[in-house]
């Protein structure tokens, strides 16, 4: 089974603090990504990564920076929290299968900035 | 602007029934196509894939693709209560890695 882990499950920090949320998957998948979900808005990609040092951005990359240094991590880095960045953070990781590039998901990080 | 599109609902059917859920996308070069099951406040969950048109069933799911008609839908036969969740669909363009995500549908499958 393919196993993506979060660093953390509910995360508080304070406007203005940089925050770190790391993703780690254990299938030796090429992509991985990182998005957001807020309620009426979706899943929002903000940043993916085809490849270890590779990334490209995602549909909504302000505010936001990834590091990818090894294949099985995937690192999203807010550089200074706001809190319009309040939301659900998560990550996914996907590999061929041999007919679709499936995607599967780490449990999510609920962030809260105040 | 490439599109998902579902309907919102909540679709709500009795246990026991068929609930049906429709998806339907915008660009025509789509290739793989995704059923994910989000329960709330958990991250969604993988149902099926399926990129050749016709069916697909796994279990009680059975996926079905119209490219001409540029259409998935997910059918889950007997529902049951533990089925309540919003179902996301999810379309793969061309050689994109990305996913284009559609809003999800409400499904509330009643006692």
């Excluded at chain 1, 490849?51 to 099985?72: F, L, N």
């Excluded at chain 2, 099926?48 to 796994?58: P, R, V």
């Excluded at chain 2, 309540?84 to 996913?99: F, Q």
Aim: with cysteine; aromatic share 12%; proline share 4%.
């Amino acid at each position: 089974d393919v196993k993506v882990t979060q660093s953390s499950r509910y995360l508080v920090k304070r406007t203005g603090e940089k925050v770190f949320l790391e993703c780690v998957q254990d299938m030796d998948h090429e992509n991985m990504f990182w998005y957001r979900q807020d309620p009426g808005l979706g899943l929002r990609l903000i940043y993916f990564s085809y490849d270890v040092k590779m990334k490209e951005k995602g549909d909504i990359p302000e505010g936001y920076s990834v590091s990818r240094e090894k294949k099985e991590r995937f690192s999203l880095i807010l550089e200074s929290a706001s809190t319009n960045q309040t939301s659900m953070y998560l990550c996914a990781s996907s590999g061929w299968t041999g007919g679709a590039y499936e995607q599967y998901f780490g449990p999510g990080t609920r962030l809260t900035v105040t | 602007q490439k599109e998902v599109e579902q309907n919102s609902g909540p679709l709500s059917v009795p246990e026991g029934a068929i609930a049906s859920l429709n998806c339907t996308y915008s660009d025509r070069v789509s290739q793989s196509f995704f059923w994910y099951r989000q329960y709330s406040g958990k991250s969604p969950e993988l149902i099926m894939s399926i990129y050749s048109n016709g069916d697909k069933e796994d279990g009680r799911f059975t996926a079905q693709l119209n490219k001409a008609s540029q259409y998935v839908s997910l059918l889950i036969r007997d529902s049951q209560p533990s089925d309540s969740a919003t179902y996301l669909c999810a379309v793969r363009a061309g050689n994109n890695r990305k996913l284009i995500w559609g809003l999800g549908t409400s499904l509330a499958v009643n006692p």
